[in-house]
Structure formats: structure tokens, C-alpha cells
């Protein structure tokens, strides 16, 4: 490395550090934050600019910088969500990034990744379709008529990110059918609540249904890493402190080995090269990029501890893919917001504190085989658990309101870029169901929307099953 590039790499490091600190760690930087964030707010409510108002207090309310913020965040955006406008206007424009205008140009292309039919429909009987990653769901309803495909099927959502105070969820409160959210952080739960009374939590998230027939113990590996981290190149996800552990413990004569894997996410492979070398202990981490799951198995089953160390995210899949290959994994305490995760437990791993990772992973290093977290993983949240837990919060609604329950959803599996059946032959049974749905796009599509098995009784109900004469048809 040069020295202007360990200049720069020496100052994004600091930037960032002085940045969360003041944004998690300091109670006058974050109370500084969220004010700054509600006059910003305030601001564009005075320029008559209401929804990036709504938008902009929303993110105040998902960074949780004081009790007084989520309060005054929360009351402004429930307050204008209670205009359908609002809305409307932001399904209007969702999805409008370079990232996603191949959705916009070809809506078929979430069919079969990103929205997966798990139910087909029939006499008196809805099916499901599920939709993951949060950006999904406000695109869906920009490009499809969501209303027409709600009379057929209940909509499951698979948020990506932690903080459900966010336009892509809450821009459904104002339809009068049900949506129900998988949603296992208590905040999150809470923010569903009080939305609206169309959001039905289920106890799942994504990363509940990885396919534990691919991400498995591999017997005989030897265990050459002390360390894995499957992480995109991301800043949030603090390759950095990580680092600066292993140039502490280094400097105690502890030199432990370390394989991390990614994707570029805001920074790049040679960033994280950089600051591997700018700590002084790039020659103890191997550095993978575009690693094919079967490859990303054999890292974990040479590891001896899986390890997150972010701060805030969403529901990482790489703890249980981990979990799944039978190394236990450590994670920040105070992770997301500050929710003691059940899947962490004295099977499966164990939170810990900054300032003692160093120890932790001493410890790790030496008692990994103490753990048994496979074992627990397929006993509690599987994907064949996360269908049934699926399957309980549906089937009540629908049969509170009259309708037949003949049969469950198929299990579906998540990976990175799509989501997948179990049973490869489940995508030809639900053929029909997609063409329905590729024809249920906006105006602009080139043929009507065909007759596709309808209930007997087309009933729009709340998440308590009630009628939609009691249920607000916009937000709130």
C-alpha cells in the first residue's frame, strides 16, 4: 500500500468511526441527530413538501436516536400516512434508481426471485404469495394492481432491513386487505400495531429459511480458520474493528487466522485489502469475492467461530448459514435494537461487548466444539418451522372470515439474489399462478387480467378479520 492510500484508507476509517460514534455512542451527538433530522422534517413540511417530510422522519424513527425523537417521528408520519396521497405518491416513484429500472423495464423479473407463490387459490380459498426484500414492496404495487391480486391471494412480506417505520411497509396501511410481515424484532412488532390494523406479524424472518441441505457440516475439514465473516464490503458491516481486534490481539502475541467473503456493497475488495494492511495483519485473512454457496460452506466448516459484527442491519443469514454448518457465532451485544435474539443462546453462540471481543475470541477459539448450534437451528426455526409459523398466522384469518383452509403453503428457501422452492417441481404447479400475475400489471399491459380461481367470498379483511366498513381505507 502506498502512503497516499494509507493516508486515505487511515482517514475513511476515522470518518467513519467518529460517525457512529456520534450516531450510537454519544448522547449529545444523537440527540443532536434527531433534531437535526425533525427541522429537517419540519422544513419540508413548510416548503409543502409532505411526503420527503414523511420520508425524511421515518429514517429519524429507524435510526432510534432518543425516546423524544421517536416520539415527535412517529406522530408526523402517522399523521400524514393517514392521507392516501402521501402514498400513493410514494408508490408512484418507488423503485425509480438505476438498481432496480431492469424491474420497472421487465416486472416479470421479480416473478419466480423476489415474489414466489407458496399457495394457489381455489373455491373460498386465497392463496399466498410472498415478497422479500423491503424495495419490493412498494415496486409491486407501483407495477402490478395489487388490489385485484389481494382478492386471490394473502401477501406475505420479507423485510431486508431492521426498522419497519419505512414507506415500503407502512405505504400498505392504506389498502383494506391484509399484509402480513414477518417480524421478529419487539420494535418492529410494535410499528405494525399501531400502523394499522391490516398487518398481521408472523415470528419469522429472512434468514429463518435457508436451505440447510446446501449449508451443512462437512465431515473431516480440518479447522484452519479461526475465524469467518461472510459480510458485504459495506461500511456498516465494520470490517475495520474486526481488524483493529486482530492487530490487538497480535500485539499479545495471539495470531489468529481469519477468511472473509463478500460482495462490493459502497466499498470494494481493495478496501478491505487496505485495511487488513493498514492494520498491520493482512497476511493472517484470506479475502473472497462472488463465492458460490458451496464454496461459502466449506469457509464456514473451517472456521471455528462465525462472526457479525455490524451494528444495525437486517435479519443476516450468514449467523444461521453458519449455525447450519455447526460453528457457533459471536455477535455485537446491543445488535439491530438491542433484542436478545433467541438463536443466540448457550448452544449457538453469545453476544459480546466491544471492548471484550478480543477475549471472546480467544475463548472461541479454544471451546468452539462445546457448541452444537445445527442441531438447534433445525429444531427452531428451519424452513419447514418458518411454514408452519407461517401457515399459523394465516390459516385464523382466513377462516374468521368464512373462508375454507383445504391445504398449506409449499416451503420455500432464501439465498442472496432470489428466493427458491424446496421442491424444484413447485415452480410448474404454480404456472397459472404466475401467468395471473404477469397479467395483473399496471395499465400498459398487452392483455386484460384473466379469470384466475377466485374465492366464492371476495372478503378485503383487517388483520383482525374485520370487515372493511371497519377498516380505514387509508393510512394511518
Not at 407502512?170 to 414477518?182: I, T
Not at 428466493?419 to 410448474?428: F, L, N, P, S, V
Amino acid at each position: 500500500m502506498t502512503f497516499a492510500q494509507r493516508v486515505l484508507t487511515a482517514i475513511a476509517i476515522r470518518k467513519r468511526s467518529l460517525r457512529e460514534y456520534a450516531g450510537f455512542d454519544s448522547s449529545i451527538g444523537r440527540l443532536v441527530f434527531g433534531a437535526a433530522g425533525m427541522a429537517l422534517a419540519a422544513a419540508y413540511q413548510l416548503l409543502g413538501s409532505r411526503l420527503k417530510a414523511v420520508e425524511v422522519a421515518a429514517a429519524v424513527h429507524r435510526a432510534a436516536y432518543t425516546s423524544l425523537t421517536d416520539r415527535l417521528s412517529w406522530r408526523l408520519v402517522s399523521r400524514d400516512l393517514q392521507t392516501a396521497t402521501i402514498s400513493a405518491r410514494y408508490i408512484a416513484t418507488s423503485g425509480s434508481a438505476p438498481s432496480t429500472q431492469r424491474f420497472i423495464d421487465e416486472p416479470e423479473r421479480l416473478l419466480g426471485t423476489r415474489i414466489l407463490v407458496l399457495k394457489s387459490p381455489s373455491t373460498n380459498e386465497r392463496g399466498i404469495v410472498v415478497l422479500d426484500y423491503s424495495f419490493v414492496f412498494s415496486l409491486f404495487a407501483r407495477l402490478f394492481d395489487v388490489e385485484a391480486i389481494a382478492q386471490r391471494y394473502y401477501l406475505v412480506f420479507e423485510p431486508s432491513w431492521s426498522g419497519y417505520c419505512d414507506l415500503d411497509i407502512l405505504s400498505y396501511s392504506q389498502f383494506a386487505f391484509p399484509v402480513f410481515v414477518q417480524s421478529v424484532e419487539p420494535r418492529d412488532t410494535e410499528v405494525l400495531g399501531r400502523a394499522g390494523n391490516n398487518f398481521v406479524p408472523v415470528p419469522t424472518a429472512a434468514n429463518w429459511w435457508i436451505d440447510h441441505r446446501l449449508i451443512r457440516p462437512i465431515p473431516d475439514t480440518p479447522k484452519n480458520l479461526d475465524i469467518v465473516m461472510i459480510a458485504s464490503w459495506a461500511a456498516f458491516k465494520r470490517h475495520h474493528r474486526v481488524f483493529k481486534t486482530l492487530q490487538t490481539l497480535r500485539r499479545r502475541g495471539h495470531v489468529l487466522t481469519m477468511a472473509v467473503a463478500g460482495y462490493p456493497s459502497g466499498l470494494s475488495k481493495d478496501d478491505i485489502l487496505r485495511q487488513a494492511d493498514y492494520f498491520g495483519i493482512a497476511d493472517q485473512i484470506e479475502v473472497h469475492e462472488w463465492l458460490s454457496p458451496s464454496d461459502v460452506n466449506v469457509l464456514y466448516n473451517r472456521a471455528k467461530v462465525n462472526l457479525l459484527w455490524s451494528r444495525r442491519e437486517g435479519f443476516n443469514r450468514g449467523v444461521i448459514e453458519g449455525m447450519l454448518a455447526n460453528v457457533p457465532c459471536i455477535m455485537r451485544t446491543g445488535f439491530n435494537y438491542g433484542f436478545c435474539l433467541p438463536y443466540l443462546n448457550a448452544l449457538t453462540g453469545r453476544f459480546c461487548a466491544e471492548q471484550d471481543l478480543p477475549a471472546t475470541l480467544l475463548e472461541f477459539r479454544d471451546s468452539h466444539h462445546r457448541y452444537h448450534p445445527r442441531d438447534w437451528v433445525l429444531s427452531h426455526m428451519s424452513c419447514q418451522s418458518a411454514t408452519e409459523a407461517l401457515t399459523t398466522a394465516i390459516r385464523p384469518v382466513a377462516l374468521g372470515l368464512g373462508e375454507t383452509w383445504s391445504r398449506d403453503p409449499v416451503v420455500k428457501v432464501g439465498a442472496l439474489n432470489r428466493m427458491a422452492y424446496w421442491d424444484e417441481q413447485d415452480g410448474k404447479r404454480f404456472a397459472a399462478d404466475y401467468e395471473f400475475l404477469k397479467s395483473a400489471r399496471r395499465p400498459g399491459a398487452d392483455r386484460p387480467i384473466p379469470q384466475a380461481p377466485l374465492p366464492q367470498r371476495v372478503v378485503q379483511p383487517g388483520a383482525s378479520g374485520r370487515r372493511p366498513d371497519t377498516v380505514p381505507s387509508t393510512h394511518s
